[in-house]
C-alpha cells in the first residue's frame, strides 16, 4: 500500500528558528511535492522535485528551501521562521511526471511559530 | 498558466440529500482533472480523475464527476450523503508536457452533513 509519511504531526517553533519539516514515501516514486495549507486559500506549491538532487520553486517559494539527497526523501527548510509561517504543510509524492499521475498525500505537520 | 475555482467555500446538507460540488478550471489544452477529500486531521486522498474519454467518472466512496469542456466545470455529485462525507473537498487542475506532474488546486469546499 502507498505511504508517505511526515516526520511531525504538529510542531511549534519560536521566530527565527531554523526548522526541518521531512517527508518519507516508500513508493518509488520520481517527483516529491512540498505545499502548504491555509483556510480559504487551499493548496499552494512551495517546492517540488522531479529527481535526487533536483528541485523546482514552485508558486510561494519564498522564505523556504529544499533538500533531496535520497530518492524517498525530500526535506523542506525554513530558515528562519517567522509567524506568517505557522501553517499545514503536507507532503505528497507521484510516480512520473505526466499530469496524469495520482499524488499521494502525507498527513500533514501543522507548524505553529511563535 | 492554469487555475482552479470552488466558488462554494462552505455547503451544509442533510444526511441522505443529494450533494454537488463545483469545480471551474482554466487551462488552455485538455485538462487532467482530480477531485480530492480530506476528512479532518487527514493528508488528501483521491477521489477520482479525469483525463480523456467518457466525460462522467466514478470514483470512490459512491461519487461521480462530469467535465464540461463547454462550461469549463468538473463538479462533483453524490446521490445520496452520508454523515462521514462531511470533510473538505478540493478540486484540481493538471497540465501535461513538462509540467513535472505538478497540481494547481481549488480553495476547498468544506461539507458540512446534518443527521
Known amino acids: 500500500d502507498v505511504k508517505v509519511t511526515q516526520s511531525s504531526r504538529y510542531l511549534v517553533k519560536r521566530t527565527g528558528e531554523k526548522v526541518f519539516l521531512e517527508c518519507v514515501q516508500d513508493?518509488?516514486?520520481?517527483?516529491m511535492f512540498w505545499y502548504r495549507q491555509d483556510p480559504g486559500l487551499g493548496l499552494r506549491l512551495i517546492y517540488f522535485?522531479?529527481?535526487?538532487?533536483?528541485?523546482e520553486k514552485g508558486d510561494i517559494p519564498e522564505g523556504y528551501s529544499v533538500s533531496r539527497e535520497k530518492k524517498e526523501r525530500f526535506s523542506l527548510i525554513l530558515e528562519s521562521a517567522s509567524t506568517n509561517q505557522t501553517s499545514m504543510y503536507l507532503c505528497?509524492?507521484?510516480?512520473?511526471?505526466?499530469?496524469?499521475?495520482?499524488?499521494?498525500f502525507g498527513p500533514g505537520t501543522r507548524l505553529t511559530v511563535l | 498558466a492554469q487555475s482552479v475555482t470552488q466558488p462554494d467555500i462552505h455547503i451544509t446538507v442533510s444526511e441522505g440529500a443529494s450533494l454537488e460540488l463545483r469545480c471551474n478550471y482554466s487551462y488552455g489544452a485538455t485538462p487532467y482533472l482530480f477531485w480530492y477529500v480530506q476528512s479532518p486531521g487527514q493528508g488528501l486522498q483521491l477521489l477520482l480523475k479525469?483525463?480523456?474519454?467518457?466525460?462522467l467518472v466514478q470514483g470512490i466512496k459512491g461519487f461521480e464527476a462530469e467535465f464540461k469542456r463547454s462550461q469549463s466545470s468538473f463538479n462533483l455529485r453524490k446521490p445520496s450523503v452520508h454523515w462521514s462525507d462531511a470533510a473538505e473537498y478540493f478540486c484540481a487542475v493538471g497540465a501535461g508536457g513538462t509540467s513535472y506532474g505538478k497540481l494547481t488546486f481549488g480553495q476547498g469546499t468544506i461539507l458540512t452533513v446534518h443527521p
Open positions: 522535485s522531479y529527481d535526487v538532487k533536483m528541485k
Open positions: 505528497a509524492s507521484s510516480f512520473g511526471g505526466s499530469g496524469r499521475d495520482t499524488q499521494y
Open positions: 479525469y483525463f480523456s474519454g467518457d466525460t
Open positions: 513508493m518509488d516514486h520520481e517527483n
